[in-house]
């Protein structure tokens, strides 16, 4: 745990155990529309990419950051209907249509964790029922999310690295020294049971 109290699980060379991302930033029922570069459109009624996957999913549910990143645009765009853009770290995008209402504290500019509420599904813009339009994109490039190959989660941050693998390094040697004391075993383990 930081001095800011922001906690996170680490192996001992300081390399994370948690997920960089999410795979799935919604509960859904079905995917009702893969990523294709040639899917038939179901309100103009003719070939067009489809950058993303859309999630079908009631009215309301809520929708969560697929990463920690930064808010780049909460709004309205014509297609995407309500929307939301997040950067995060090593060049990933992740954006976010078709929302029924924002989380009423994102704004541009503002911080996102992981899992952390930013909408709710609805069905704005194109589209012909309730889902999530999720879109991956790395370095500018579209992504299918369902496919891609998620970025890990950050290591120790380098300004706790030296003091992690101190502390890291003394668990690790009292460790090796309590396991060169005789274990217990059923056989001795026995004797400190009593009967009454």
Same mark, same amino acid.
């Given at each position: ?67 920690? @990143?930064? /808010?780049?645009?909460? *709004?309205?765009?014509? $297609? ?9 770290? %090593?060049? #990933? ?25 930013? @909408?709710? /599904?609805?069905?704005? *813009?194109?589209?012909? $029922? ?9 370095? %500018?490039? #579209? ?27 003394? /668990? ?25």
């Amino acid at each position: 745990t930081t001095p800011e109290g922001k906690a996170g699980y680490y192996e001992p060379n300081g390399a994370s155990l948690g997920r960089g991302f999410l795979r799935y930033p919604v509960e859904f029922s079905r995917i009702s529309s893969k990523f294709s570069l040639a899917r038939l459109h179901p309100i103009y009624d003719r070939i067009k990419p489809h950058k993303g996957v859309d999630f079908a999913a009631p009215t309301g549910t809520p929708i969560h950051a697929a990463g920690a @990143g930064k /808010v780049e645009f909460v *709004g309205w765009q014509h $297609g995407y209907g309500k929307v939301v853009k997040i950067k995060h770290d %090593g060049g #990933y995008e992740t954006v976010y249509g078709h929302m029924s209402r924002f989380n009423d504290a994102l704004k541009k500019g503002s911080t996102v964790a992981m899992g952390q509420t930013i @909408g709710f /599904v609805g069905m704005t *813009g194109d589209a012909t $029922g309730p889902h999530l339009h999720y879109e991956f994109h790395v370095k %500018g490039v #579209y992504t299918d999310p369902l496919i891609a190959k998620m970025p890990e989660a950050n290591p120790i941050p380098s300004k706790y690295r030296k003091d992690f693998l101190a502390q890291t390094q003394s /668990v690790l040697d009292l460790m090796a020294q309590n396991s060169q004391a005789t274990p217990l075993n059923a056989a001795n383990a026995s004797a400190l049971v009593t009967n009454d």
